[in-house]
């Protein structure tokens, strides 16, 4: 019995320990967020809205990576530019990349120092015919509402190029110089990997010796009632971005009669091994990005949510999964068979990985074919990246844009964090000191559906925030 009662002393120390440490790491986090400045906010016409709408009747679609631009349509959105913001492109110098993609140089005062480089894309997904019908309106007609302006681009991405144009063109009116260089990096392509945009533009910058203090582009938004228990809008500020690839499984047989069906069925082969990768996942990681996400956000939690954060190396698993902090598989594509009573003698299937940091392309490979039946063939497919580089957030130009973003949104909580997509952010990181992706759009899980779907617009108070941001994220780079 001593003996028992000694264990459940030392058990109950062990425990009053660990109660102890918890405590005291979840005490000892503070608040990340710093405090807003005073701002002189500016007034936005309506115009605003006429113009995005403006931008959206122009379909300005990437199809995908072997369909060529439209010519004409691109032509004409470059036009249409041209006609609504006449003293940007008196004012600034316009170069195209690959006869599409649009660069533009805003001559700085002062040579000394660094330029930024603010980004947004051009090109636009398809809208999927058989959902027309669900959209209040048609999605290429522009419809300004009450409300709303509606139309594919609205979120994904015309709503920052036309809102970083017309606060350029205000601020041009009032007679502003910047000190540093400013360029405004508009790719064509990037919905297929910009390939031919974003990093053509990339690559004429580092040509002639760009070296950027900053870059900003999509892939970060204000999200509204997206993460459980922080009552307050979240400013997300993604520092890096997984890596992109898909890979074809490929399985070639006989085939044969279904009446007789072989052990080894091309179809159930395929089958086995989309099984096989969906059940033996690469494992959730703590990567520096989601570093930074655990830090910002969890002072902002209720106390027990807050005590996971503070103490990952206990609850880094559930923490991790919730992040989605791994390398992700996802089948996408299956295409085998063509008659009920044979068994066919191919079958593929297409798998999407988004490879987090610290993984490669090459691994994710190894990590496939070590997984799954040696007979079934894997090939790489289509648009391939690696993740990107994760920029530092004790950079100068981290804290303006920070600075920024809780002067005009000061009831937001600001979180760096790295995005699952792609953006044409990617191809900046040679050319510029940090690579941040955020433009203010306000995004609930409702909203979310909208991007890439039905239905996309948004609203004309959310727009009017946009240019208010830009607008001053311009003349906080120039303050002494």
Known sequence: MKIIGKLLLGLLGLIVILVAILLFNTFRVSSKQVEPDPIDPIAISDSAFVHLSGAIQFPTISFNEDTPPDSAIFN???????????????????????????????????????????MSHQDVVPVDEPTLGQWEAPPFEGRITADHIIGRGTLDDKSSLIALLESAEMLIGEGFVPKQTIYFAFGHDEEVGGPKGASKIAEYLEKK????????????????????GVDKPVSMINVAEKGFASFRLIVETQGGHSSSPPKENTIGMLAQAIVDLENNQLPYRLVEPVEYQLEYLGPELPFLQKMAFANPWLLKGPILEALNSHTSTAPTIIDGGFKNNVIPTVAEATINFRILPGETIESVQEHIQSTINEKVRVE???????????????????????????????????????????????????????????YPIRISPEGMTRFHGIDEKISKENYKEMIQFTYQLMKRFNED
């Open 76 to 118: 004409g959105f470059h036009r249409f530019l041209e006609a609504t913001f006449p003293k940007v492109h008196q004012t600034m110098e316009l170069t195209k990349i690959n006869e599409y993609s649009l660069l533009y140089t805003w001559k700085g005062s002062d040579s000394n120092q660094k330029p930024i480089i603010l």
């Open 209 to 228: 010796g760009v070296e950027a203090a900053f870059t900003l582009d999509e892939g970060g938004m204000i999200a509204e009632g997206m993460i459980p």
């Open 380 to 438: 790489p497919v289509g648009f391939l990246t690696n993740p990107s580089p994760s920029s530092s957030i004790e950079l100068d130009a981290f804290k303006k844009l920070e600075k920024t973003i809780r002067s005009v949104f000061p009831n937001s909580v600001v979180m760096p964090g790295l995005i699952a997509g792609g953006t044409d952010a990617r191809y900046f990181y040679g050319i510029s000191e940090g690579v941040y992706r955020f």
